[in-house]
T-cell receptor, first 113, second 111 residues
Framework: DAGITQSPRHKVTETGTPVTLRCHQT?????MYWYRQDPGHGLRLIHY???????DKGEVSDGYSVSRSKTEDFLLTLESATSSQTSVYFC????????????FGSGTRLTVV | QKEVEQNSGPLSVPEGAIASLNCTYS??????FFWYRQYSGKSPELIMS????GDKEDGRFTAQLNKASQYVSLLIRDSQPSDSATYLC???????????FGKGMKLTVNP
């Protein structure tokens, strides 16, 4: 997907365990985003980053944290996974959103049991 | 809360027909508008962008924007079964480097 990869692609984890999802880009884009997609809710922004060590919360950030120590990597951590965090997680990147929109990664399907 | 609304659908059209997908948005300051296509189990893929009032055509796809009415639409001419997907409308908020998405409209094109 145009220089953006997410890992893992699928994960099953137990309630209460921490989970980290990784987004890696080779485009050197400034902006990176984490979304979750659920039936009936569409895409909802969890956290985003506008540069190394610069991050901010989205509309559904509770229970999630992020880190961006390098331009190319944006990590999403579920501090203590709950069943309500079962979802498909998409990472997206952009250089200039107003001109180019986002490019999405392939997604991570996370199941919390 | 800035919102983007799409008719929930689903929309079903016969092969060869015109499919019309609509979207309204609440932020009058929005400047850029995008349509994404998402096949089942896949990630969203950008298919059209539009920034000015009027029509923008790309092959069988036409995006239409009316900022006064805060309305953007996507027309798919000569619809094909391969167009069957969920279509997401996305809008930039004024002064923001984020997109706000509609919930999507599922389109089925019947052979």
């Amino acid at each position: 997907d145009a220089g953006i990869t997410q890992s893992p692609r699928h994960k099953v984890t137990e309630t209460g365990t921490p989970v980290t999802l990784r987004c890696h880009q080779t485009e050197n884009h400034r902006y990176m985003y984490w979304y979750r997609q659920d039936p009936g809710h569409g895409l909802r922004l969890i956290h985003y980053s506008y540069g190394v060590k610069d991050t901010d919360k989205g509309e559904v950030s509770d229970g999630y944290s992020v880190s961006r120590s390098k331009t190319e990597d944006f990590l999403l951590t579920l501090e203590s996974a709950t069943s309500s965090q079962t979802s498909v997680y998409f990472c997206a990147i952009s250089d200039r959103v107003g001109y180019y929109g986002y490019t999405f990664g392939s997604g991570t399907r996370l199941t919390v049991v | 809360q800035k919102e983007v609304e799409q008719n929930s659908g689903p929309l079903s059209v016969p092969e060869g027909a015109i499919a019309s997908l609509n979207c309204t948005y609440s932020d009058r300051g929005s400047q850029s508008f995008f349509w994404y296509r998402q096949y089942s189990g896949k990630s969203p893929e950008l298919i059209m962008s539009i920034y000015s009032n009027g029509d923008k055509e790309d092959g069988r796809f036409t995006a239409q924007l009316n900022k006064a009415s805060q309305y953007v639409s996507l027309l798919i001419r000569d619809s094909q079964p391969s167009d069957s997907a969920t279509y997401l409308c996305a809008v930039t908020l004024y002064g923001s480097e984020k997109l706000v998405f509609g919930k999507g409209m599922k389109l089925t094109v019947n052979p």
